[in-house]
Structures are given as structure tokens and as C-alpha cells.
């Protein structure tokens, strides 16, 4: 499976941005997909999961601001950020968890918040 992200940038506090991740390969074999970041100096976390059925989890820290979401047709999972913090900058990484619980990443992509 290979996972291709897009769509980070620079944003100023309280904008919004949306990141793709799009799955190729193997992708039905992927159960859950999801977005996790790493700030400079700190572990990767993860932000936001869906798996193939829609549940949906996130992270304390972007509930209510982050929505993920996921079309099955297209292997894509997009994450909608808006209200965004100077706490949100990070390289956010899409990731994939295969039924096999096997672990795919994407390149990860910048998302940086400042004014």
C-alpha cells in the first residue's frame, strides 16, 4: 500500500485547511485510515481515525475542530481543519492500519500556523 498526502501549507491562527491522503496498492486492505502529526521535538501522535465502516476518533486537542473523513470508492481519507492553532503546526502523516494490523505511512506533510 502507498499513502500520498497533500495539502498542507502556511496558515494564519483561526484559519482553516484540508488535507488528502490518497491510498494505492493493496488499499482494500485497509481497515483503518487516519492522520497523525509530530511538532518539532515531540513524538507523532495521532489525530483523527475512521475506519472503513465511518467510526470515527480523535484527539482531545482537535475535537470539534478537526473533522476526518473517508470515501471507500476513491481510497482517499481528507482531514478538514479549521479554527486552527499555532499548537496545531506539525508534519501531519497519513497512516493506514491494514486488517493485519500493519502500518502504512504516507510522506507527511507541513502545516504550519502563524501569523
Known amino acids: 500500500v502507498q499513502l500520498q498526502a497533500s495539502g498542507g501549507g502556511l496558515v494564519q491562527p483561526g484559519g482553516s485547511l484540508r488535507l488528502s491522503c490518497s491510498a494505492s496498492?493493496?488499499?482494500?486492505?485497509?481497515?483503518?485510515m487516519g492522520w497523525y502529526r509530530q511538532a518539532p521535538g515531540k513524538q507523532r501522535d495521532m489525530v483523527a481515525t475512521?475506519?472503513?465502516?465511518?467510526?470515527?476518533n480523535y484527539a482531545d486537542s482537535v475535537k470539534g475542530r478537526f473533522t476526518i473523513s473517508r470515501d471507500n470508492t476513491k481510497n482517499t481519507v481528507s482531514l478538514q481543519m479549521n479554527s486552527l492553532k499555532p499548537e496545531d503546526t506539525a508534519v501531519y502523516y497519513c497512516?493506514?492500519?491494514?486488517?493485519?494490523?500493519?502500518?502504512?505511512w504516507g510522506q507527511g506533510t507541513l502545516v504550519t500556523v502563524s501569523s
Open positions: 497512516n493506514g492500519l491494514s486488517w493485519t494490523d500493519r502500518h502504512y
Open positions: 496498492g493493496s488499499a482494500l486492505s485497509l481497515n483503518v
Open positions: 475512521i475506519t472503513r465502516g465511518g467510526s470515527t
